[in-house]
């Protein structure tokens, strides 16, 4: 099958089909592009490419394998285009680092605008432009045609207009792809560096012009690549419905992880036909399960976006079965997703993963105690050496309750690292040098490399705080060690 489809993608890598000087200059032949998009898709239809990812990712032994499990299985649904490009820009901010490169992504729906899309954006008070457009999009319900995406500059409060940059970009799109509904059928957004202008004029005449003359149809390995900046690989979730219809996400980020309402960026398609009321409504709800329960390094992005899209071009009938399997796919797709950034963040030795049962409160208040473990810098220091330090783990769960749940009743609680019973009755149970081999073991298990360019596995440092009957809060938080790689990595992010 990998072969099939390489040959496959090799037979039409440029779907745009679109002269070097034409998109230079911004002309753009619709019904050329139509017409061999229409060939592509037949072409891909015949070979029925459906592979999904798996739930839990496999082993990988080299970034090859990796690649080639996402290609596989990253087939784009029905009725979208995706393609890439780069360019050049001098940051007036910073002149004397010279020219930098800068990457451009458009995601171009084939068959014309839907209404059916829904966002949801970051909380920061900081908001990046792209945001500030992209929230007037979503209040105004008019439809989308186009996303375009650019990476190393987040333009958030930058010294030029930063909204009128945005639009800039978004129209450079409209006018190559000719959509009749213009810039504002465009979501525009940006990840890097904050307070630096957007390049718009360089997008907007350089990068979109190469990027829609490789619009392609197969995959979505390389939006998923191109829109990564301290990712050190790329992240794709796939997932095909009953019905016939595919939901493919992509995202990035790697650092400034602590979403508010998703992470960072990330982008899920579908062909199943779905209201836009619907969509919006489970993707909420996915969002918060999922991308609001990780954290890398508890900071809070300025640009932190989530969309969702439809093609509406495969039915899928409203009865109950259909749409609960649409919302567990939805489910899946965004969860494989905020575990991969996880995975993938900078400096990333071990992913942890803290489950809380019988929390006193809320769901909402459980998660935020799991995420008050996850961001305790000395537990992830100690996780990072893989050395279990069980005072640290109690201190992180202790002052979370002493700030903000102080009548908290812990006469029940037990608490578990890996499968061992650390904690119960008010007592750690420690005793003998086996239980600290096996804790130790444990974490070693669930090791990293923390500049791995692919993930090697799956594994987590599994934290389990129960409260026994006290409560019925619930709630998993993935977070990340701390590691002398994300001081490095952060220490010299824009140099």
Not at 106 to 120: C, E, F, K, R
Not at 196 to 210: F, I, K
């Amino acid at each position: 099958m990998a072969a099939a489809f390489s040959l496959q993608i090799a037979g039409r890598r440029n779907v745009g089909g679109i002269s070097h000087s034409n998109a230079q200059h911004g002309l753009y032949d619709a019904n050329e592009y139509f017409s061999k998009r229409f060939s592509a898709v037949s072409s891909l239809n015949s070979l029925a490419i459906s592979a999904d990812t798996d739930v839990i990712l496999p082993e990988f032994s080299t970034k090859e394998e990796y690649m080639e499990y996402l290609t596989e299985r990253s087939a784009l649904p029905q009725g979208f285009a995706s393609g890439t490009a780069s360019g050049k820009f001098i940051s007036v901010e910073a002149p004397a680092m010279g020219p930098l490169p800068i990457r451009g992504t458009v995601i171009h729906l084939t068959d014309g605008p839907t209404d059916s899309w829904a966002a949801v954006f970051t909380k920061n008070k900081f908001p990046g432009s792209p945001i500030i457009v992209g929230r007037d999009r979503l209040a105004k319900g008019g439809p989308l045609h186009a996303l375009v995406i650019n990476n190393k500059v987040s333009n958030v409060c930058s010294g030029g207009d930063g909204v009128a940059d945005s639009e800039k970009v978004c129209a450079a799109v409209a006018d190559v792809l000719k959509l009749p509904g213009g810039a504002e059928t465009v979501l525009p957004s940006s990840t890097g560096v904050i307070g630096w202008r957007l390049p718009a004029t360089e997008l907007a005449q350089d990068v979109v012009p190469l990027a829609v003359k490789a619009l392609q149809v197969e995959n979505a390995v390389n939006a998923a690549q191109a829109i990564c900046t301290t990712d050190r690989y790329p992240k794709v979730r796939s997932k095909t419905l009953s019905c016939g219809a595919r939901i493919v996400g992509i995202a990035k980020g790697a650092g400034m992880i602590e979403p508010n309402m998703a992470t960072m960026l990330a982008y899920i398609m579908t062909d199943a036909t779905v209201d836009k009321a619907t969509l919006q409504s489970m993707l909420s709800e996915s969002v918060n399960k999922s991308f609001n329960s990780i954290s890398v390094d508890g900071s809070e992005s300025t640009s932190d976006t989530v969309v969702a899209l439809s093609s509406n071009l495969v039915p899928m009938s409203k009865s109950d079965g259909d749409i609960a399997e649409f919302k567990d796919a939805l489910m899946e797709v965004c969860s494989g997703l905020s575990a991969d950034i996880v995975r993938n963040g900078e400096g990333t030795g071990h992913v942890l993963r803290v489950k809380v049962k019988g929390y006193p409160g809320t769901n909402y208040q459980a998660t935020q105690m799991g995420r008050n473990v996850v961001n305790s810098a000395l537990f992830k220091c100690a996780v990072a050496g893989n050395d279990p330090n069980t005072g640290r783990l109690a201190s992180a769960i202790g002052s979370f309750l002493g700030r903000f749940n102080e009548d908290a009743s812990i006469d029940e609680m037990s608490i578990t690292m890996g499968e061992r019973m650390i904690f119960s009755a008010g007592k750690f149970i420690l005793e003998g040098d086996e239980v600290e081999k096996e804790l130790s073991k444990h974490m070693e298990d669930a090791q990293l490399g923390e500049c791995d360019d692919f993930p090697i596995h799956q594994k987590f440092v599994e934290i389990g705080i129960d409260f026994g009957s006290v409560g019925t809060g619930t709630a998993t938080v993935l977070g990340s060690d701390l590691t002398k790689e994300y001081v490095a990595v952060n220490a010299d992010y824009r140099s």
